[in-house]
């Protein structure tokens, strides 16, 4: 009697606050959040299906989705890719350089870096990059310590606009902006 | 003309003697009268019944002569009672015995009515001799009791008897309350069936509808519609059921596919138009393709349905209803307006 009393509880509790945290309408409501360590930057994912990649660490994430062999004209090995990081020694503008130029030698065809305005009023750069069904959607923004970046490969469309969603989400944790673009 | 002497005078005596003796024996004859051993009356030797209780007086009668009986005594005074003169105060029964009954068939009260002219009236007087009297002297024989038999015996038996009867009826009483008991539930169980079919009559054991909400997500209103089907179970004034539901949720280019299985519970007035209020409570599955991959997430879901099932001929009902729905997957919730309209058969 006492298991089926604590069942009935929980049951109850369950339902009473079924919901009670998050607002269902923020498109975040079922995301996760990733924190850097230090608090440099921060990003919001969806598990599943993203889960760390084993070259993964607390200060370079790495997140894949549907890891599969057959794809690997990327070396990416996996449907969707993204990975976060800092650089504490290259301004914006170098950082933002480098991969675009990292990208033009693997074959892609980059747009040229453009600003990239944050939906909460920050400013970044931003580096577009396609090669056949892969895109590449590169977004940076200066930090105290640098800065920091955040990098999405896909395979494929990106048809119910989750990339966006998620590279959207991403913003550094002591902000500062394109000062030194 | 002469007339030749003749022994006149021996003729006449002869005569005369002859009529007084014929007299002599007819007053004789006449004055003999019989005594009923039964009532005691007197009666006329030609009476050869007593009228009074069927002895038949040549047998067993008493001849007794008018005014004496055999023993001597005076039977006039004998018979005639204390109150004689009261009984007969005109005087015509001076010089006669008084009967001790009234003859029923003078004045008495003692005539059956319930026997009719046609029967035998012999055999009915003996009937009734044998009803009053009921003793041997009416003709009647006792039973024939066992040597063996006493008096303690004879009422063990009655006891016995008494018991079994006693038994018997206790039984018969038994089952007649077990009788009745049955017919009243049986009587209940009718006005039960009666009364659910009643209330059955005015909501639908199954419906099929359409649910409209909204679960939004960013600028997305999230609009959900869906098929539901309703199940209930207990169509009384406590309506009892389970609801299905299937919705597509739009979200941009993006569909989630939304189960929920429900079970509902509230109140009701069955009638023509039956408003309802019912609570509901489930579980569900949504499937949202998300970075390419379906995702599964489990739905809780409660709420409360306000609406009223409207009669559509004989076979049909159109239920609307609009409801509040709080569903919740993870820790996120979304508060819903809904509205349905169903078919019930």
New interface residues.
Partial sequence: MRLFSRIREWMIL???C??????????F??FDTWHHPDNLFSFAY?S???MHHGDSTDTHPVMV??VYDELTEGNMGS??RLEAWSQPDMAIRELSAERYRFWKRAGYQVSPVVSYLHFDGMEGLEVVARFSAHHVHEVFFRCHAGTVAFSMWVH?DD?????AL?LSSFRPGRCGGADDL | MTYEPVETRGVVLRGVLGFLGILLWTVTVSATQVRCPVCHQLFPREVEVCPHDGTDLKILGRVEQRGKSEDGTDTEAADAPEDSTASDPDGTRQGQPVPKYQRHDIGGARKRMDVSPEDDVGDVERRDRLLRLKDARAGWTPPTVDAGSSSDEDHRRRQEALLAEYGTAREQSAADRQRRASQQDLEKERRRRERDALFSAHVPAVSMGSRLFFMGEGDSPGVTPGVEVDANLIRTNVRVGLTSFVGVRHIGNRRDLLFQENIALGIQHPWHLSPFLLFRAGLGVMLSERFGEQNAYLVRTIGVDVGMDCRIGKMLMLSPSIGYTRLAVSAAGWDTVSLKVSVGF
């Fill in positions: 369950l339902f009473l079924s919901g009670c945290g998050v607002d269902g309408t923020d498109p409501a079922l969806l599943p299906p993203w989705v549907q449907r969707m494929g048809r119910n606009g989750d990339a998620l």
